[in-house]
């Protein structure tokens, strides 16, 4: 598979964006959720170089979502990259980095905007840019989350969540945010 580079990936944010100053928030966000899933490269089988373009496309969609729910952006971001004749090893990282993952049952049960189906990591890659998605949020102003922030956070979304992140976490570890905080002014919360 064709794995595309940082610079071939970069100039697809830009592309896409709609704003510079979207493309800012969004691609800064995906290269930090790519910091964050470095920290967990050691030791784990996995095709780093896969993880890494996984982590700077992920959110791609973002930039699709004009005035529609902000759960849409996976799979826009996955008919996105699909467009461009990107393989569905691609595409995924996209649809299956939400939350802790989707399930068929979760969409139906909350009536969510997406077709039926469950966008739920399969491959060690996708799970390490979803976990590491969740430390960091492009909320106004940006922050990082720690593992218990986000555990409070997905709370809301029911018991079954917090039991899939707190799997997650016992599996991968917490990562280390403070370096990433000191060097683009964004607090840890
Ligand atoms: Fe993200």
Known sequence: MQIPTDAEIRSLHR??????????????????????????????????DLVRAGALLHDIGVYRLESSAYVRHGVLGHELLASLGFPVEICRFASCHTGVGITRDDVVRQALPIPVD??????????????????????????????????????????????AFGMLRQRYGDPSLDTLSAATGYAVI
């Open 15 to 48: 592309d896409y964006a709609p704003t510079p100053a979207a493309f800012e928030v969004v691609f800064e966000h995906c290269q930090l959720v790519c910091s964050v899933a470095e920290q967990f490269f050691a030791g784990r089988a996995v095709d780093t």
């Open 118 to 163: 469950d966008y739920l990591p399969r491959t060690p890659e996708e799970g390490l840019v979803l976990y590491a998605d969740k430390f960091h949020s492009k909320r106004t102003p940006p922050v990082f989350l720690t593992g218990d922030t986000y555990a409070a956070e997905v709370a809301r979304f029911g018991p079954d969540k917090v039991r």
